[in-house]
T-cell receptor
Framework: RKEVEQDPGPFNVPEGATVAFNCTYS??????FFWYRQDCRKEPKLLMSVYSSGNEDGRFTAQLNRASQYISLLIRDSKLSDSATYLC????????????WGAGTKLIIKP | EAGVVQSPRYKIIEKKQPVAFWCNPI?????LYWYLQNLGQGPELLIRYENEEAVDDSQLPKDRFSAERLKGVDSTLKIQPAELGDSAVYLCASSLRGPPSSYNEQFFGPGTRLTVL
């Protein structure tokens, strides 16, 4: 089993819809979590950190479920420009702060 | 403010040849990372530097890969000799100090796309 797993997609979603996807992690000692966005042939860029209490940034909501060991990303009122691959990152302090990346979930917003 | 700079952007070489990539992090960023990313996969950490010290190189294939950050600023990543399976995008990233956190964002360069023939 991979340490960090994501559904590769693609998720084909009509513009304006709400879409959510999860990222599961296997190391219960994981302490920091992030969502990154990567456009085709571009570098990853930080979308948002994931806090224990959950956090929201505009149309984006990130949540952490420690009991079930997953993080989620919810996008409301999706825009064409949201089309990208969304990567989750998990950091475990017991691995010398090793950064473990998921393979990403591809999202395609259709007009 | 300039972002993370990498060169070259693209490199095509024949197998068994050496290749080197260069990275200039954001000014003032003490931590520098080299990643490898294959198509359809997430980045895989190769090495992390704190200033000039390699604090995590556990994933670096040391038989053919080497890296240096002599003055704690620029860094080079070298492969010698390159193999067909080394074809990938090599990403450099930097952050202020230490591992990424809610207060310590990691910024990526545009990457070097390596093709080994």
């Amino acid at each position: 089993r991979k340490e960090v797993e994501q559904d590769p997609g693609p998720f084909n979603v009509p513009e304006g819809a709400t879409v959510a996807f999860n990222c599961t992690y296997s190391n219960s000692a994981s302490q920091s979590f992030f969502w990154y966005r990567q456009d085709c042939r571009k570098e990853p860029k930080l979308l948002m950190s994931v806090y224990s209490s959950g956090n929201e940034d505009g149309r984006f909501t990130a949540q952490l479920n420690r009991a079930s060991q997953y993080i989620s990303l919810l996008i409301r009122d999706s825009k064409l420009s949201d089309s990208a691959t969304y990567l989750c990152v998990v950091i475990s302090m017991d691995s010398n702060y090793q950064l473990i990346w998921g393979a990403g979930t591809k999202l395609i917003i259709k007009p | 403010e300039a972002g993370v700079v990498q060169s070259p952007r693209y490199k095509i070489i024949e197998k068994k040849q050496p290749v080197a990539f260069w990275c200039n992090p954001i000014s003032g960023h003490n931590t520098l990372y080299w990643y490898l990313q294959n198509l359809g996969q997430g980045p895989e950490l190769l090495i992390r530097y704190e200033n000039e010290e390699a604090v995590d190189d556990s994933q670096l294939p040391k038989d053919r890969f080497s890296a240096e950050r002599l003055k704690g600023v620029d860094s080079t990543l070298k492969i010698q000799p390159a193999e067909l399976g080394d074809s990938a995008v090599y990403l450099c990233a930097s952050s202020l100090r230490g591992p990424p956190s809610s207060y310590n964002e990691q910024f990526f360069g545009p990457g070097t796309r390596l093709t080994v023939l």
